[in-house]
């Protein structure tokens, strides 16, 4: 590689060069000629003295390991929360960036401050001071148009990724990221030889990882195959991957240069916070029409945390960069983390992000990280070196990691050791040198894995047949519509609430939340609020936790207008987190951006209770409480009863809007022999029953259900003086047809389950 055109006018690399000449000639005899002669043809000014050295101080091999896994842990919680909040608030999002470099400016500002003069632990300041004046001067120059242009591709990264989390397919995303890799490789060199300064060309990565870059970045192209993909985040993707790894090159370069570190961090966090600005109208202009107007408490909440993360992530990669001779480990940390992001949403509330090859894509995730990271010298030497103890001291004539320091000069010098990277030059390693590495092993794991995705692709975009990878126990919680042994992990009480008596309302639901099933699981209350009282009234009046929600409504519909408002509130992100892929034909209507901005989480629960401050038919609902198991699809704790028609055959009252329900709900017309139905709307739901019903048709019936005053749904008779949006008369109708719209239709349950019965087989709907 020929040597830049800056190194004939510049004494501090003739010196640099001498010394490594020096060291070369020392070491091998052989190379002395060879050296010279090459040494003797660059210099066209005489040398320096001899300059003796003593070698930088590496970081220790833990070091390294724990910055490369502290930027696995802080990259992989920034992307998880950074998908939450662009699904839980697109306004907040297009804020995001531009705070997020706001932060990381003030922290350069601080750091360089605190520190103006301190440069990389590659040089030392007495290395700048050989070249003084002239030279001092234009590396600063250099460094600050470098930093300038790194800051303005990083900012343009970060916002290109806000833009395809808003645009609805964050997983998707995440996995075509791994593509990073090999234009990380493709980019670096020739990206080093345009930055001044820089000798990061001269490292070029081992054959082994190179293989395993190729191998594992073409598994995951190949799972993806027959996923669906929106054309215009793909689009955002495939631009920004190619600038992600310019970008990692950039800021590598960057913290390897030897001007003051300072300079370059509050360089490139206010050349990024001025670009963030300038993409400010543009992601504003993106903003879906139905957007939220307004940030809730916990949307503020939610914001401060993704800020923090982010920003804990971005300082984890620059120090992960100060630890490391290359910036390839970083980007090995790629896979690990998208290791965690997709084994950690296989838990919790959100389910598993489920694709149709699931559990392909972690299988090509493990078996890419441990190959990697295998083959990655300097990840894989960290971890050899930091099982062993170091020696107490060196040997003589020996090549420790440190050289006696000289009395002329404490000048500081690194450089790659070559056993870690291929070096093009006269002195480049032999192969004897890397023989200790694993190569071959590394790929044997992708032996059966290949055949595996050869022989069962699994690219159907079924959600049914994406199930049959899931194991059993993993099932109902991610497969709402295919037939498997189910399980609950998590527990909804949603409290429709008005201006009841505290007390009494606290005092029901502790009662709920201490029952044996609810107690087991992670359990969240939200209460509705219709009423005037505040919600550090009923936070307080009802003991709720920090978890706990509390949502205000306005005062329409009864408890079955809450109940479809929840319902309609978590359904399109439940099937979101479920499969990526998957898109809504009926967008949310926009009266539900208020009370959307109030909560953190947007996904059902696996078991859903929808209750009233009060428990009624005590006697009744109390045993049946505690019959609710895992393969509870629908318990209801009031009387069952049969209707004919909307005749009510248990009290004298004619509802003929419960036939159209069953029509719409069941699908078919109102058969002989009676229709099941219920009192009182207090009941237990599973989650693979709620998203059984479209979307469409639980919004269909809360447009009815708060329609204003003057709608032709108030012009019917109801009981106890119903009508208008406060009271409508359908209300009165969906109290009774819930067993209907929730798939438990059998209207035998009326017999074999009179009130005094609670038996799970006899008055329950079963998930099995």
């Known amino acids: 590689m020929r040597p830049s055109r800056e190194y004939d006018d510049d004494p501090v690399l003739q010196q640099v060069e001498s010394m490594l000449e020096q060291d070369r000639r020392d070491s091998s005899a052989s190379s002395t000629t060879a050296a010279h002669s090459r040494h003797s043809s660059r210099s066209h000014t005489p040398p320096l003295p001899p300059l003796q050295h003593h070698h930088h101080h590496r970081p220790a091999p833990r070091t390294v390991l724990l910055s490369h896994i502290a930027l696995v842990v802080a990259s992989a919680a920034a992307a998880r929360q950074l998908s939450r909040l662009a699904r839980l608030s697109s306004r907040s999002t297009v804020a995001l960036p531009l705070a997020h470099f706001l932060v990381l400016a003030l922290a350069a500002l601080v750091y360089g401050w605190l520190r103006p003069s301190m440069t990389h632990a590659h040089t030392s300041p007495s290395v700048l001071e050989l070249g003084k004046g002239s030279h001092l001067a234009a590396t600063t120059a250099s460094t600050r148009r470098q930093a300038w242009a790194t800051g303005a591709v990083v900012a343009v990264c970060f916002n290109l990724r806000v833009l395809e989390l808003r645009a609805g397919q964050p997983r998707l995303s995440e996995a075509l990221e791994v593509f990073a890799i090999p234009a990380f490789l493709a980019l670096s060199p020739w990206l080093s030889t345009r930055l001044s300064h820089s000798n990061l060309w001269h490292i070029v990565p081992s054959t082994p ?34 600038l992600e790894a310019a970008a990692l090159t950039m800021v590598k370069n960057g913290v390897a240069d030897e001007a003051p570190l300072s300079l370059f961090f509050t360089g490139s966090a206010i050349s990024a916070t001025f670009t ?24 503020y909440v939610s914001f401060s945390a993704t800020l923090v993360l982010t920003t804990l992530a971005s300082v984890a990669l620059l120090f992960h960069l100060t630890t490391t001779t290359s910036a390839l480990p970083a980007a090995v940390s790629i896979f ?26 972690v299988l090509v995730y493990v078996c890419g990280s441990v190959a990697l990271s295998w083959t990655e010298t300097e990840l894989y030497e960290a971890f050899i070196k930091s099982r062993k103890p170091a020696p107490p ?11 006696p320091p000289s009395p002329a000069s404490s000048v500081t010098f690194s450089s790659p050791p070559a056993h870690s990277y291929k070096i093009p030059s006269s002195a480049s390693a032999s192969s004897s040198d890397r023989g200790s590495l694993p190569s071959i092993l590394s790929f044997v794991p992708f032996i059966p894995l290949l055949a595996y995705l050869i022989t069962t692709p699994a690219t159907t975009s079924s959600l049914s047949s994406a199930c049959a990878y899931l194991p059993p126990y993993l099932r109902t919680t991610v497969c709402p519509v295919s037939a498997s042994a189910p399980i609950s992990r998590s527990v909804d009480l949603v409290i429709a609430y008005y ?14 939340r201490e029952s044996n099933f609810v107690r087991k699981r992670s359990n969240r209350v939200v209460v509705y609020n219709k009423g005037m009282r505040t919600e550090q009234e009923i936070r307080k009046g009802l003991k709720l936790k920090w978890g706990d929600e509390v949502v205000p409504l306005p005062n329409l519909g009864r408890e079955g207008a809450t109940y479809l408002t929840h319902i309609l509130l978590h359904y399109n992100s439940t099937l979101s987190s479920i499969s990526p892929a998957w898109q809504s034909a009926s967008p949310a209507p926009p009266h539900l951006a208020a009370p959307l901005a109030h909560l953190r989480t947007t996904t059902l629960a696996d078991t859903t209770y929808f209750l009233q401050p009060h428990l009624a038919w005590d006697f009744i609902a109390k045993p049946r409480l505690a019959e609710v198991a895992d393969e509870t699809g629908f318990a209801h704790f009031g009387p069952l009863v049969r209707s004919e028609c909307g005749n009510d055959l248990r009290a004298p009252v004619n509802l003929p809007v419960v036939k159209e329900l069953y029509n719409v709900f069941a699908g078919e017309i109102c058969p002989p022999g009676g229709q099941l139905a219920a009192w009182s709307a207090q009941m237990a739901v599973s989650k693979r029953r709620i998203l059984a019903q479209p979307y469409k048709r639980y919004s269909a019936i809360s447009t009815l259900m708060e329609a204003p005053e003057g709608h032709w749904i108030h012009d019917q008779w109801g009981p106890n003086e119903s009508g208008g949006p406060s009271n409508p008369v359908l209300g009165h109708s969906l109290e009774r047809a819930w067993p209907v719209i929730m798939g438990c239709r059998d209207v035998k349950l009326v017999d074999q389950c009179p009130d005094e019965e609670f038996r799970r087989d006899l008055c329950q709907c079963l998930d099995r």
Request: net charge neutral.
């Open 499 to 512: 201006n009841e008596d505290l007390a009494r309302a606290e005092a029901h639901i502790s009662f709920i």
């Open 276 to 299: 963030s600005l300038v993409f400010l109208p543009v992601t504003y202009l993106t903003l879906p029409s139905a957007h939220a107007p307004t940030l809730g408490a916990s949307g």
């Open 209 to 242: 990882f190179l293989a395993g870059a190729s191998a594992t970045t073409f598994l995951v192209g190949f799972a993806l195959i027959g996923v669906p993909a929106r054309g215009g985040a793909l689009v955002l993707a495939l631009v920004r991957i190619p």
């Open 393 to 403: 001291f060196a040997p003589a004539g020996s090549h420790a990691d440190t050289v």
């Open 336 to 361: 690990p983390r998208n290791l965690i992001l997709l084994v950690w949403s296989a838990f919790g509330r959100e389910g598993v992000a489920l694709r149709e090859n699931w559990i392909q894509i």
